[in-house]
């Protein structure tokens, strides 16, 4: 019996055709074709998909699929290569430049509370400024990848 959520993908010859996909209501003049068994797909040439995906590091980068028909099905390996010092310098410098635009979002917002004549106490005016200083010294941190944010005040 067929699962509600099975992507299929089409299988010429044993050689996969395409990609993975909900099966079509009509195929090759069989209408209702999406309720066929899968015994009676795969006489059609449709198989079901099993994915499989790799054992992943922060250091890996998916390069692609490799499809193998397998039995009654198509599994579907992920494939992966170690990511090099040049795409994670630049991952690094993307990861940065985020936290900056955040860091100016933050800093925007809450721009009011260091007018002379806005309608808060010194004490919380105060508060505020020590925020705004934090989220300043935010590209300071040493890793970018847990930035620690600071608590804006009540």
């Excluded at 397998?70 to 630049?90: A, F, H, M, N, S």
């Amino acid at each position: 019996m067929r699962g509600i959520d099975v992507d299929y993908i089409q299988v010429e010859n044993g050689v996969v055709k395409g990609y993975p996909r909900p099966l079509p209501q009509n195929w090759a003049d069989v209408s209702n074709f999406y309720l066929l068994e899968n015994e009676r797909l795969r006489q059609y040439g449709w198989y079901p998909v099993r994915f499989v995906p790799a054992t992943k590091t922060e250091n890996d980068v998916v390069t692609g699929q490799n499809f193998v028909v397998e039995g009654t099905e198509v599994v579907q390996y992920e494939q992966i290569k170690l990511k090099t010092q040049d795409e994670i310098q630049q991952e690094n410098i993307q990861l940065l430049e985020n936290i900056r635009e955040e860091r100016n979002k933050l800093l925007f917002e809450c721009d009011w509370t260091q007018l002379t004549d806005v309608p808060i106490s010194e004490e919380n005016k105060g508060k505020w400024k020590q925020y705004r200083q934090a989220l300043r010294d935010i590209t300071n941190q040493s890793d970018p990848h847990n930035i620690v944010w600071p608590t804006k005040p009540e």
